[in-house]
T-cell receptor
Framework: DQQVKQNSPSLSVQEGRISILNCDYTNSMFDYFLWYKKYPAEGPTFLISISSIKDKNEDGRFTVFLNKSAKHLSLHIVPSQPGDSAVYFCAASPRRDGGSQGNLIFGKGTKLSVKP | ETGVTQSPTHLIKTRGQQVTLRCSSQSGHNTVSWYQQALGQGPQFIFQYYREEENGRGNFPPRFSGLQFPNYSSELNVNALELDDSALYLC?????????FGPGTRLTVT
């Protein structure tokens, strides 16, 4: 049973517009959430994270929102750029230290295509 | 680039054989985690090593084993390979905070 779900396998967005990637989780013990970006033939690259004690974290064009009551988080990319085209993975950890001393549980990923 | 390297890049093995994959962690990182990513799936946690000791294991059979060395590099060993073991194997290093991934080893079992 998937504990972290990314229900949209793909998303296509026009350059300059907002990209919104969604993620749902089932385990209320998760305490830390992360987004990774993956290009073909490369490993996942850490993008942004959020602790369960916050509801928003922003880093440049990337913002992650967490709704604990709905067990839902989203990644907003504004403005979207063609270089953002990649597979985005949502991951969760039961540890507040960011999962470094524990395992990360990943969703299946959403492939984002940003068209010029 | 994360500073985490993996070797080999690609590997083809026959069912029943054994394989060893290698990972060099980012400088200063004392924790290495291994993940298996099957086609169309997210990475799945295999196990983690912290200062040369296993520090957690996912739902993988005992034929998946590992080692961490004093310089914090690590090996993943898989015995009695099965066709379903075909996947991208990722290692990630960390100390505190986020895990940083290597490029992976693509294993094909025929």
């Amino acid at each position: 049973d998937q504990q972290v779900k990314q229900n949209s396998p793909s998303l296509s967005v026009q350059e300059g517009r907002i990209s919104i990637l969604n993620c749902d989780y089932t385990n209320s013990m998760f305490d830390y959430f992360l987004w990774y970006k993956k290009y073909p033939a490369e490993g996942p690259t850490f993008l942004i994270s959020i602790s369960s004690i916050k509801d928003k974290n922003e880093d440049g064009r990337f913002t992650v929102f967490l709704n604990k009551s709905a067990k839902h988080l989203s990644l907003h990319i504004v403005p979207s750029q063609p270089g953002d085209s990649a597979v985005y993975f949502c991951a969760a950890s039961p540890r507040r230290d960011g999962g470094s001393q524990g395992n990360l549980i990943f969703g299946k990923g959403t492939k984002l295509s940003v068209k010029p | 680039e994360t500073g985490v390297t993996q070797s080999p890049t690609h590997l083809i093995k026959t069912r029943g054989q054994q394989v060893t994959l290698r990972c060099s962690s980012q400088s200063g990182h004392n924790t290495v985690s291994w993940y298996q990513q099957a086609l169309g799936q997210g990475p799945q946690f295999i196990f983690q090593y912290y200062r040369e000791e296993e520090n957690g294991r996912g739902n993988f059979p005992p034929r998946f084993s590992g080692l961490q060395f004093p310089n914090y590099s690590s090996e993943l060993n898989v015995n009695a390979l099965e066709l379903d073991d075909s996947a991208l194997y990722l290692c990630a290093s960390s100390t505190s905070g986020e895990q940083y991934f290597g490029p992976g080893t693509r294993l094909t079992v025929t």
